[in-house]
């Protein structure tokens, strides 16, 4: 059984920053994938970014240049920062882990981004 807990969203204004925080725990293999997603109203859920157990990332064009994953293997940890924050960035935020064949989806947190 995984669990994924995320922490840090809330409102901010454009241009601000925040970061997410997303733990896993339970049956967490060493060899993995965590990632994190986004899902607007009305939109479907599309890929923010991911980064491998062995610290390769990948990332939306949409988010390049503002947005940094990164994470602590040690504590089975993701984090998500994001600066530069735009409104098109409101959504809720949702932590993933892929291992072995297996795909876990944390609840989601909501990132507002208004003035």
């Known amino acids: 059984q995984v669990q994924l807990v995320e922490s840090g969203g809330g409102l901010v204004q454009p241009g601000g920053s925040l970061r997410l925080s997303c733990a896993a725990s339970?049956?967490?293999?060493?060899?993995?994938?965590l990632g994190w997603y986004r899902q607007a109203p009305g939109k479907q859920r599309e890929l923010v970014a991911r980064?491998?157990?062995?610290?390769?990332?990948s990332s939306a064009n949409s988010v390049k240049g503002r947005f940094s994953i990164f994470r602590d293997n040690a504590k089975n940890t993701v984090y998500l920062q994001m600066n530069s924050l735009k409104p098109e960035d409101t959504a809720v935020y949702y932590c993933?882990?892929?291992?072995?064949?297996?795909?876990?989806w944390g609840q989601g947190t909501l990132v507002t981004v208004s003035l």
């Open positions: 339970g049956s967490i293999f060493s060899i993995n994938t």
């Open positions: 980064i491998t157990s062995g610290g390769r990332t």
């Open positions: 993933s882990l892929e291992q072995d064949t297996y795909f876990y």
